[in-house]
């Protein structure tokens, strides 16, 4: 169809185009391979022709036999050709072509650089998009490095389509060229609030990829994505963003409390199954990582686990699925609540589906209890009765031991249940899992005491009936549970009703069928069993039956000796010499028993795996230091100890008699009970008198506590597991009624004993006590021992290349390469105010310079708004510095283009932190003034009257602050406290734009959940008006210079005539002092560096230097102006009083508590209080009130009662204690300078009395 | 992330494979043969979600013909098994009934709806119109220089 006949080429008629290709092979199905082959040659001569559609038909073709598996590698210049055909029909066959054959190591991908930034920059969105897409698949390094900048102007593209496109190709771009990730993060974060949903659909999926690899470089996005949560209708983006909060709550739990209920929200509310699904998992994890901290979400889980039943009750086998799947994450910390549905879980066990039915049991291991372990076992049993496929069935026999054994066999309450039902398990026909039922049944042998004797009699019965298991070659795999069943005979043939027997039965010669490995176990324990049979017949006079089994031994052990297994053959001619030499001393009536039994004597006891590394070297032993000297290097070989102890052979890790004399042992060991007993990490014996420890040196620090059977039972034959659950059954009833019956009375030998070590017992949580308890290990680590390490990530990894600090501000050096030298930095001209009405008329518009720069030629246009962008970060960054602590480095710049162009200096880092800190925080009193008064700000400000240029933003904070930066550029001599005012507020701008108004506010900032909004706020007052203008200031210190304060004021045009040449002096006092520019006499005016339209406000700075700060005072002036009509123009003047408060040289500082204290104690502080009656507003308000109007910071808040910080600005501490009762506030004041403090009291008395 | 997307039939033929990841060419062949096994060995009562190695497969059959979809495990199963159903039905709508061999035949154009759809590994577009847009504007393009003597469509499909 892409095709095209070109008109006139007779060849071309007898081309095939993919169609006559793909029916072609089609009716070659028998020599498919060879029609093909001779396909590719036409082909190859197809792409020889000139013809360029010729060559479009060809690559065609190979993208289909690509597909098919063929290597096309070879005609990768040829696509590159197609790819750069000026049709748009070839080009993208090219391009298809290459996304589909192109790869990182295909050379020819250098020559297509310039090709694709053409077609980026095409005219035709398709030919870009084609561009685009196709790029994705096959960029390199080089073409990252190369085409970043195209694709980054691209994100700023006019179409949607393409935004999109760029937006998500730069993830790729990111991955291979990670540099480009800071100078393109800013234009990204952009994006994600495009007005076009695809655009930002794309951003949010290329965030959240990049936040899933490296999350803690994007938690100061959480505000934004909260709000894109909260706002978004699009299922597909909220699902990521879900998703990528799901990645960010473990390294912040606060946000994990803020979203818990936006989340439960949509749970209720959606009815897309795959949001409520990403929803669930997503509180299910925010629930696990605020498991610590968070007292009481059981609602959240009740909520997720309600869902959870309702999807997997669903018809829909992948609803159920991913039901069991999510029941499982929740599974792991609230096990309680996924317990209740234990029936649901058991039904799916019967489901069609395997996948499903797996999942089932997953949730199962996680669901038993003491109760009900032995009922889910049963049903588990049953399905493995019917369960067809070994695959499935051998699930569930893992699973079976799995969840019986989980946790040190913590909810076994019955082991000859579960040893019987071991000893079923190995009826399962083929099963691959022999040796895990083998090892279950040596674990509970060797570590249950009490149930040896009953275990005993079943292997012993097992090894009768060993050809049941081995009958069938096919069965061969559970032929291991014989090794078991061997060696626990042989260990422990003390309990053996009949050894003899049993020794019969592993003599037998179908025994040499066997592995090689059980019949080494069989040889050895058949040893074993003979001295017990020899020591159960040493009493009798008639020793035939002694001498009979010596003779069995001589007789059947020349079998093994013949075994091409050399463990076997070793040990059954070691073993046959004795027996010859036993029979030799019988024969003699010499009594051999005892000694023929000292060769197995001693007791196994379990081992932590880790106990050898625990011992410790004794005091004064140097390991490395030679004991002889250094042998030669031959005889240091003979001498190597045996390493590997072979499991065949147990015995070996017996311990050894050493000869450290008693009394050091019994000195050891006291003081290791010592410490055993002050170590509150132990798991220390219960008092019981049946609980001995073992005393063989060696092992001794391994705490083993002994349990005795207490119903010692001997089933004969194979046992029911049922028969047990019957027993068990009746054990609890018993047991129950027992504690019933007030038990002073003494109770049965037996279980008087159990009783008693039961009410001890820690574990009786669920009033079932254990008919056995089972040997504990402590499995001891080295003390040192570092917890595996989390950087677990493989090194070739390309995300980890992205794990960048995208809050550091963009140094210079950062720059996307750019192909073309660009004119260098735009030149601004410093008079840049004068850029009048256009400025004037937009005060929205963050700087004229950004605006003009948008008016100039596109080149230009990207330019600076990467400039913006970059500016934007700085001041981020610079924001955090105030928040954090005040800036030392102080940025003098005078003019905001060299600021732009300047490479930041400040490099704190923290600072998107601590305006997260501020946003999760939900503290009703945010501890910043700054902060509080944009929260405060979120309602328009009734005292300013603001112009109606911004009719949808809180008009408070951000007027003053649009107004200052507008204001800013022009004025020259700003000192850097007030440029950083401008940049926090500017930020908050930024903020405040992605809200559409107050309510939108209150979400964001979250702080207003709990208690009510604080209402409007503002530190303005009235400077003077007059019916042409109207003039508000503020006035703030300058921490920097303790010197200064910078008053702010706003000028108001309030008449319909445009005002201009405004010139503002004041008469200054012996104190303080207007600064005026240099040249500059004492008594002239400053020019109010811009002109008002009708109706516009602007705000213009002014710095006044102050010697005294402890009183307050005023200072008069005037402004003068020129008031223009279009015909005339008149001078006016206004006179006015500017009121420096002693507010106004205090200065937000955050405190900690701590410092606080210190401070308070020194004594250097002069006290004072105040008590203010009838204020009737909450607390939070009026410490906010006290924060934003007084420039204090609250260092804690407990009740009603508040601690509250500020400083001046020369260095005067002034610390509040603000308590409230009822209607009455009583504060505490104190401060180096009772004058100052006395002043401020005064203010803040004031504050409250106008309210 | 999406890794892959096929589309198989019932014998096991690839119809039509997108790789987001670089896969060698020997190994897709591998990977295809086992995606495909997996899928195709499960019943209608099973459910679409296969784990296999490191990563998830999502499929769906329409008839003889599989979708299978194999994302890393991050990736939320429902919204893909939404995506495969959403890719369908665009192609359903471009091709008025799509059938095997409508992909087969025109496997470019299927490339550029999904390429459309999906991006390096992410859903860009869900909205169908918005998807055809640029495939109905090429086919203008096509129609308007060229003259495609038979429309192949039309000579298979019967």
Sequence with gaps: ?1251 | MIKFVLMVNQQGQTRLSKYYEPVELSKRAALEAVAVRCCLSRGKHQCSFVEYKDFKLVYRQYAALYVVVGVTDSENELSIYELIQNFVEVLDKYFSRVSELDIMFNLDSVHIILDEMIQNGHIVETNKSRILAPLTAIDKMADGSETTPDTPRFAIKL
């Excluded at chain 1, 290791?672 to 509150?680: C, G, I, S, Y």
């Excluded at chain 1, 601004?828 to 105010?833: L, M, Q």
Aim: charged letters at 30%; glycine letters at 4%.
């Design chain 1, 1 to 1251: 169809m892409a095709l095209k006949i070109v008109k006139g080429s007779i060849d071309r008629m007898f081309d095939k185009n993919l169609q006559d290709l793909v029916r072609g092979i089609r009716n070659h199905k028998e020599d498919e391979a060879k029609y093909i082959s001779t396909c590719i040659d036409e082909i190859k001569q197809e792409l020889k022709q000139d013809n360029i559609a010729v060559k479009a038909n060809a690559v065609c073709k190979l993208t289909y036999l690509q597909m098919l598996g063929y290597d096309v590698s070879w005609a990768a210049f040829n696509i590159v050709e197609v790819m750069s055909s000026s049709k748009f029909t070839y080009k993208r066959i090219g391009y298809l072509a290459a996304s589909q054959c192109f790869h990182e190591s295909t050379d020819v991908i250098m020559l297509t650089t310039n090709q694709i930034r053409k077609d980026l920059s095409s005219p035709n969105q398709y030919d870009t998009g084609v561009a685009l897409t196709g790029l994705s698949c096959f960029v390199t390094p080089d073409l990252a490095r190369d085409l970043a900048n195209d694709i980054m102007t691209l994100m700023s593209h006019t179409k949607p389509y393409i935004r999109k496109k760029a937006v998500l190709i730069m993830y790729k771009v990111f991955l291979k060229y990670p540099e480009s990730l800071r100078p393109a993060f800013p234009r990204l974060k952009e994006k994600l609030e495009d007005p076009d949903p695809g655009v930002q659909s794309a951003a949010v999926n290329v965030i959240c990829e990049l936040a899933r690899r490296n999350p803690k470089n994007y938690l100061s996005l959480a505000p934004l994505f909260f709000k894109l949560m909260t706002s978004s209708t699009n299922n597909w983006v909220l699902i990521k963003i879900i998703k990528l909060f799901g990645a960010l709550t473990p390294l912040e739990p606060r946000l994990g409390k803020k979203l818990i209920e936006p989340l439960t929200n949509l749970i209720h509310s959606t009815s897309a199954m795959s949001l409520l699904y990403e929803c669930v998992n997503t509180v299910i994890a925010v629930l696990i990582s605020l498991s610590s901290g968070m007292p009481n979400h059981s609602a959240s889980i009740q909520l997720c686990v309600q869902k959870l039943r309702i999807l997997i009750e669903d018809s829909d086998q992948n609803l159920k699925y991913l039901g069991l799947l999510a029941m499982s994450k929740i599974l792991k910390t609230h096990p309680k609540s996924v317990q209740s549905h234990k029936d649901l879980i058991l039904q799916c066990l019967d489901d069609k589906d395997e996948s499903i039915r797996l999942r089932a049991l997953d949730l199962l291991y996680g669901m038993v209890s003491k109760k009900n372990l032995m009922e889910i076992v049963k049903k588990l049993m049953l399905h493995v009765d019917k369960a067809e496929g070994t695959t499935y069935r051998d699930e569930l026999l893992t699973k079976i031991i799995d969840i019986c054994s989980q946790s040190n066999y913590q909810y076994i309450t019955n082991f000859e249940w579960y040893i019987s039902i071991l000893v079923e398990l190995t009826r399962l026909e083929g099963t691959r899992h022999g040796h895990l039922i083998a090892s279950q049944m040596l674990d509970v042998a060797i570590r249950v005491k009490a149930i040896r004797a009953f275990a005993v009699a079943q292997m012993a019965t097992l090894l009768d009936n060993a050809h049941l298991l081995t009958g069938n070659t096919q069965r061969n795999g559970i032929c291991e549970v014989l090794y078991a069943a061997a060696w626990i005979c042989g260990e422990f043939s003390e309990h053996l009703e009949n050894p003899m027997q049993t020794l019969e039965a592993m003599l037998r010669p179908k025994v040499a069928t066997l592995p090689g490995h059980i019949q080494a176990v069989y040889v050895q324990n058949a040893a074993k069993l003979f001295a017990t049979v020899l020591k159960g017949e040493e009493g009798n006079t008639d020793s035939t039956a002694a001498q009979e089994a010596s003779q069995l031994m001589i007789d059947r052990l020349p079998l093994f000796v013949q075994s091409a297994n050399l463990e076997v053959q070793e040990r059954a001619s070691c073993i046959l010499q004795l027996v010859k030499y036993i029979q030799k001393l019988q024969q003699k009536d010499v009594e051999v028993a005892e000694e023929v039994n000292a060769l197995f004597a001693g007791e196994l006891n379990p081992v932590a795996p880790k106990a050898q590394k625990k011992v410790p070297v004794p005091e004064g032993l140097d390991l490395d230091a030679w004991i002889n000297e250094p042998p030669s290097e031959s005889e240091s070989e003979d001498e190597q100890p045996k390493a590997i102890f072979a499991k065949e052979e147990p015995k070996h890790s017996r311990p050894r008699h050493t000869e450290v004399d008693e009394k050091e042992l019994a000195r050891r060991r006291e003081a290791r009970k010592q410490e055993q007993a002050n170590n509150p990490f132990y798991i220390k014996a219960s008092p019981s008198s049946q609980k001995v420890y073992q005393e063989a040196p060696g092992v001794e620090h391994i705490p083993v506590v002994q349990i005795d059977l207490n119903v010692p039972l001997k089933v004969p034959g194979l046992p029911m597991s049922d028969q047990y659950v019957k027993m068990e059954e009746e054990r609890r009833q018993k047991e129950r009624a027992e504690k019933k019956k007030k038990e002073k009375k003494k109770r049965k030998e037996k279980r008087s004993g159990r009783g008693k070590k039961h009410d001890s017992a820690p574990e009786s949580e669920e009033d079932i006590t254990p008919a056995h308890m089972v040997d504990i290990v402590t499995e001891e680590m080295p003390e040192n021992a570092l917890p595996s390490d989390d950087d677990e990530r493989d090194p070739t990894d390309p995300h980890k290349a992205l794990d960048i600090d995208l809050d550091k501000p963009l140094a210079d050096s950062e720059k996307l390469p750019v192909r073309s030298h660009r004119a260098a930095e735009a030149q601004k001209s410093p008079t840049d105010g004068e850029t009048e009405n256009a400025t004037l008329q937009e005060p929205k518009k963050k700087s004229s310079k950004e605006k003009r720069g948008k008016k100039d030629k596109e080149r230009d246009r990207k330019k600076s708004k990467e400039e913006k962008k970059k500016k934007k970060h700085k001041h981020e960054d610079k924001e955090e510095d105030l928040l954090v602590d005040q800036p030392d480095e102080p940025v003098l710049q005078s003019e905001e283009t060299s600021q732009v162009a300047e490479p930041p200096t400040s490099s704190s880092t923290n600072a998107e932190v601590s305006d997260l800190d501020f946003w999760l925080s939900n503290a009703p009193v945010p501890s910043n003034t700054q902060e509080a008064a944009t929260v405060a700000a979120a309602a328009p400000e009734p005292s300013v009257t603001a112009p109606d240029s911004e009719p949808d933003e809180p008009k408070d904070t951000e007027m003053e602050e649009t107004k200052s930066s507008k204001h800013k550029k022009k004025k020259q001599k700003k000192e850097k406290e007030e440029k950083e005012k401008k940049k926090k507020k500017k930020h908050h701008h930024h903020h405040h734009h992605h809200g559409d108004g107050a309510g939108e506010e209150s979400v964001q900032n979250g702080t207003v959940e709990e208690e009510e909004p604080l209402p409007p706020m503002s530190n303005y007052c009235l400077l003077a008006e007059n019916s042409y203008i109207k003039m508000v200031y503020d006035i703030q210190g300058n921490l920097q210079d303790g010197s200064q304060v910078v008053v702010s004021v706003i000028f108001e045009n309030k008449c319909n005539s445009f005002l201009k040449s405004m010139e503002f002096n004041v008469l200054d006092s012996l104190n303080s002092k207007l600064q005026r520019p240099e040249g500059s006499g004492p008594h002239d005016g400053l020019v109010v560096p811009f002109q008002l339209p009708p109706g516009v406000s602007n705000e213009a700075r002014f710095v006044f230097t102050v010697q005294s700060i402890v009183m307050p005072q005023k200072l008069k002036g005037t402004l003068t102006f020129i008031v223009k009509n279009e015909d005339d123009s008149t001078h006016e003047k206004v006179d006015f009083k500017l009121h420096f408060t002693c507010t106004s040289y205090l200065i937000t500082t955050p405190c900690y508590s701590d410092a606080f204290a210190k401070l308070l104690e020194s004594g250097d502080l002069k006290s004072s209080s105040l008590r203010l009656e009838g204020v009737n507003m909450p607390f939070h308000h009026l410490l906010a009130r006290i924060c934003f109007h007084h420039h204090f910071s609250v260092v804690e808040r407990i009740d009603s009662c508040a601690s509250m910080y500020s400083r001046s600005i020369q260095g005067h501490h002034v610390c509040l204690l603000v308590k409230t009762s009822a209607q009455t506030v009583s504060i505490d004041a104190k401060c180096d300078e009772p004058t100052l403090l006395g002043n401020v009291l005064d203010e803040i008395k004031q504050t409250f009395s106008q309210c």
